[in-house]
């Protein structure tokens, strides 16, 4: 929702200068802590660079709280201007017409300069049309990475420069750890996310039917073939041996390695801000493992974060501020400094070009691995990304089963079988209710 509001001077007399009228933009985002921070310093130096518009940032809850806070909203009558939904929500958000205006028309209505090839390809393609505009904007797009605690690998004997650039060679390593009485030798972030879409995506093997669901509403999971069901099978067994410690869902082994209790972390490449901040042990971002059984080398990886909707039902003045301030976060500047801050993929060619002139790479090195695996090969349909309907409730059913593996409880190919009958119900749903 915007609204004007009058700005007026320290004196309240009649004759006082006339009042200057602010449109407020209204921005619902998912953020807290050191990402909250960052978010609020942008809202900040926009505010501050022009005097038309002011950004009004509200935390909503996590991912999946600020979709639903905004689907509740819009059905009130009372949304933001801007709402950020993670990516598993692109395909409801696009569903949701009348909703939303795609960010391509905000700004061509709003007179605004805007370029949609400037914007890397992997992490465009996720949010553009099959006619080829963006119809939300990239903004926290990340990859998973590996992260590496080199002091706990030094304790256990292990040189800390040791490959581990294949799962053969990491779990080597995991049993090495627990012999040296490592009590986490590897845990996870988003195990859904890591281990099963970008695994497919990374071994070019498919997710899902119609290549990933670009192909159509009408897909089914495929997340249950014979090369993600070795890798959850390996780990159920990493798990089983206390190689690999399951912390929960979403980000809660990122406390235990920042901590320094984990030698391993498969996670964002936007762990990089909180690691950063509180690891108090000499750390390393590596590339994603990849099966040498499975694949001669790796293919890519796929964005997690999140972009950035307009929602409908707004005023001219109203898109003109967003227009302003999604033009603001794209420039070269502004959003090079958010990529070296935080570990996100810089989301445009420029803003990738900006930070390597300036040095940042090399005086920081492994902050451009997540841009390598991103970029170094063409996507293939099973390595573009995934827009599948209702898959926030998908990922809620792939997490139960795989805590029914780590549990012991269920054999890899039952816990991923089981996901895809579960999951390719919630499909038909939306297919039906999509047609």
């Not at 979709?67 to 569903?95: K, S």
């Not at 294949?166 to 988003?190: F, H, I, N, R, Y």
């Not at 293919?299 to 001219?316: E, F, K, R, Y």
């Amino acid at each position: 929702m915007v609204k004007n509001f009058l700005f007026a001077g320290a004196s309240t007399l009649a004759l006082a200068a006339p009042a200057m009228a602010q449109t407020e933009v209204e921005f619902w985002h998912a953020f807290t802590g050191r990402l909250g921070e960052l978010v609020a310093e942008q809202v900040e130096t926009f505010n501050n660079s022009q005097s038309d518009y002011t950004v009004v940032a509200t935390h909503k809850g996590n991912y999946s709280e600020t979709l639903n806070a905004g689907i509740a909203a819009f059905r009130a009558g009372e949304q933001p201007d801007i709402l950020m939904v993670f990516e598993v929500g692109t395909a409801t958000m696009m569903a949701a017409q009348g909703a939303i205006k795609p960010v391509h028309e905000v700004m061509a209505d709003a007179g605004a300069e805007f370029d949609q090839d400037a914007y890397i390809g992997s992490v465009k393609g996720y949010y553009t049309s099959s006619d080829g505009n963006m119809l939300s904007l990239p903004f926290n797009s990340s990859t998973p990475v590996l992260w590496v605690n080199r002091n706990k690998l030094q304790e256990a004997g292990i040189d800390p420069d040791t490959d581990l650039s294949t799962w053969e060679k990491v779990g080597d390593v995991l049993g090495q750890l627990k012999d040296a009485g490592v009590s986490c030798p590897m845990t996870t972030a988003w195990q859904s996310w890591i281990h099963l879409e970008n695994f497919s995506a990374y071994h070019d093997v498919p997710f899902a039917t119609q290549a990933n669901g670009f192909g159509g509403t009408d897909t089914e999971l495929a997340l249950n073939g014979p090369a993600q069901v070795a890798h959850i099978s390996a780990m159920g067994e990493w798990a089983k041996d206390g190689k690999f410690i399951y912390a929960g869902r979403r980000n809660e082994g990122g406390a235990n390695f920042r901590g320094g209790e984990c030698a391993l972390f498969t996670e964002s490449s936007a762990g990089y801000a909180g690691i950063k901040a509180e690891a108090q042990f000499d750390f390393d971002v590596r590339p994603l493992p990849y099966w040498e059984a499975v694949a001669s080398e790796p293919q890519n990886t796929i964005i997690g974060g999140a972009s950035l909707w307009v929602m409908a039902g707004q005023s001219d003045e109203e898109y003109k501020g967003v227009a302003s301030f999604l033009n603001f976060l794209s420039s070269p500047e502004i959003q090079a400094k958010w990529h070296q801050d935080t570990g996100y993929l810089p989301i445009t060619e420029a803003a990738a070009d900006l930070t390597r002139e300036q040095g940042f790479y090399d005086a920081n090195p492994g902050t451009d691995i997540a841009v390598i695996q991103m970029t170094a090969k063409a996507p293939t349909d099973n390595s573009k990304g995934l827009r599948l309907g209702s898959f926030d409730q998908i990922r809620g059913i792939i997490d139960e089963e795989l805590e029914a593996v780590w549990a012991g409880d269920k054999s890899a190919q039952e816990a991923l079988d089981s996901a895809k009958e579960r999951g390719d119900a919630l499909l038909r749903r939306f297919e039906q209710a999509n047609r």
